[in-house]
């Protein structure tokens, strides 16, 4: 993702963790719930959608899409990295790309998986 984006996704973050900025004080009755996001911030911390547990916001569908995107994605690099394996002429500047590219994938696989988890543990 790039930090244009993930820019703007950490300031939603801050606006929807922050009280004020939604017009009002967060009253005991309302069930906070957290959520892990797909994306880190510029600077590569985590980042955490802070809601109302009234049900799914926008936003958070548009992690879900993007969860689902990298998932697609990590797919499509291990059959590029079986293709390339299997090839006796690929070169060590293309494997060491293909072992970046799968390292990054699997800390996305890994992220999701982490929320993913994390929400069935506060389902069930």
Known sequence: MSNGIAWIFESLLR???????RGGDRTMSDS???RLL????????????????R?????SRVADRMEDVQLEMA???????????GDD???DRQLRYLGEQLSAALRDVRRVAGSRGARLGADG
């Open 55 to 59: 049900g799914e916001s926008a936003f």
């Open 89 to 91: 002429a690929a070169t």
């Open 15 to 21: 606006l929807l963790a922050d009280p004020a900025a």
């Open 38 to 53: 797909p994306w880190v911030s510029p600077d590569g911390k985590t980042c955490i959608l802070l809601s109302d547990g």
């Open 32 to 34: 906070p719930t957290t």
């Open 75 to 85: 797919d499509g690099l291990l059959d590029h990295a079986a293709d390339l394996l």
